[in-house]
């Protein structure tokens, strides 16, 4: 297009440095809002808690360890008695799609409430989910049954409006505005750039290098957060939160790895296409 590529100097040095400035800040914070801004966390987390068939038999293993602690009587020798199968019924309760079904709804409930801001307090029944476990127990030994007098006596989890610290709703949208205005500066230099740039094959390097260097970033700062996690859940006492902590956090790294490594190789594609000899070779950025 003729009024493109005009080959001035003093105007595309500053507009690539702009453009390369914010296409990295895109990038950056763009994939954090992936990882935690689009749908509900939780769900990501506990979905990848229950889907990791290692975590559910360690937490059966785990809730009859934990329960022998306290154990006097009967309750003690049922435990003792019965762990393995205990153990396993635990593991199948995890494992059943009606408990997820009704994870996922408390979860969406509670997530709502608070990044919608409401000023109405509500509550949570949690009964349903407590009484579905205990029928999972229930079916290893009539003891079980006996926890039904407890259960009644659990109530609803209310909750109620945010009066201290950040409001959840407000952070939300702030982040939502924030990388919307990172992609419209992005876009507001690339333009400008084109009109300063010279050639093709500078604009392909220019845009290429600032792609591959975003993409190696994220991929760098995703191995680090990764290490930091690791690091964290070896110091935590309990086997099974420090099995747990990598496997929650991987739903909420994985879009920064995945972008990255999108980034990465679009940007090399980009290099790689300024040398073929199509491209004109005379031309100078």
């Known amino acids: ?65 934990k329960a022998l602690e306290t154990a006097q009587g009967d309750e003690r020798k049922l435990l003792l008695t019965k762990g393995p199968q ?35 307090e509500q509550s949570i029944n949690v009964k349903p989910l407590l009484q579905l476990a205990l029928l999972g127990l229930e079916s290893v030994d009539p003891q079980f049954v006996q926890l039904k007098k407890e259960l009644d006596k659990i109530k609803p989890i209310k909750l109620q409006p945010q009066t201290k610290g950040p409001n959840a709703a407000q952070v939300k949208s702030d982040f939502k ?36 260097s975003d993409g190696l970033f994220l991929i760098v700062l995703n191995l680090v957060a990764r290490a930091i996690i690791k690091h964290q859940a070896s110091t935590a006492t309990e086997s099974l939160v420090r099995e747990a902590i990598p496997i929650a956090a991987h739903p909420l790294t994985a879009p920064i790895f995945s972008i990255g490594a999108v980034e990465f190789l679009v940007g090399i594609l980009m290099i790689a296409i300024t040398f073929l000899k199509r491209v004109n070779v005379n031309s100078q950025s």
């Open 177 to 212: 505005l924030a990388v919307g205005i990172l992609l419209l500066l992005t876009l507001l230099t690339v333009a400008p750039y084109l009109f300063f740039a010279k050639s093709r094959k500078g604009v392909l390097r220019v845009v290429g290098i600032t792609l591959l």
């Open 86 to 120: 205990i153990s396993a019924a635990v593991a199948q309760i995890l494992s059943n799609p009606i408990l997820h079904s009704q994870l996922d709804q408390i979860s969406n409930a509670t997530y709502s409430y608070y990044t919608s801001n409401s000023k109405v």
């Open 1 to 65: 297009m003729s009024f493109l590529l005009k080959g001035r100097r003093g105007g595309s040095i500053p507009t690539a440095i702009f453009f390369a400035l914010f296409l990295t800040l895109f990038s950056l914070f763009g994939s954090l809002y992936i990882s935690i801004g689009t749908g509900n966390p939780v769900n990501k987390v506990s979905g990848a808690l229950l889907s990791s068939q290692s975590f559910k038999v360690d937490a059966g293993k785990y809730f009859v360890s």
